[in-house]
């Protein structure tokens, strides 16, 4: 599995923004549509997790033996 952060701070250096890519593999016999609202769940529930940009989770690639998703997300981070 790949992934991936980008690091942004805001002018006023009290929050940053992180953008995070998950790359994620499940078979074929697996419940693609139970995969994604667990990860839909996970990422609606932690709060850290900006609603806007929302986040994406999307079928990225078709192989011979897995289907690979990709999440993707803006998290927040406050300094204190």
């Given at each position: 599995?790949?992934?991936?952060?980008?690091?942004?701070?805001?002018?006023?250096?009290?929050?940053?923004y992180?953008?995070?890519r998950?790359?994620?593999?499940?078979?074929?016999?697996?419940d693609?549509?139970f995969?994604?609202?667990?990860?839909?769940?996970?990422?609606?529930?932690?709060?850290?997790?900006?609603?806007?940009?929302?986040?994406?989770?999307?079928?990225?690639?078709l192989?011979?033996?897995?289907?690979?998703?990709?999440?993707?997300?803006?998290?927040?981070?406050?300094?204190t």
């Amino acid at each position: 599995d790949e992934s991936s952060m980008y690091f942004v701070v805001e002018p006023d250096y009290d929050v940053a923004y992180t953008q995070h890519r998950l790359d994620l593999i499940i078979r074929y016999d697996d419940d693609i549509k139970f995969a994604k609202e667990v990860l839909t769940n996970i990422l609606n529930d932690d709060e850290r997790v900006l609603d806007e940009p929302k986040p994406l989770i999307a079928v990225d690639d078709l192989t011979d033996s897995s289907i690979n998703l990709i999440v993707s997300y803006l998290f927040s981070i406050k300094w204190t």
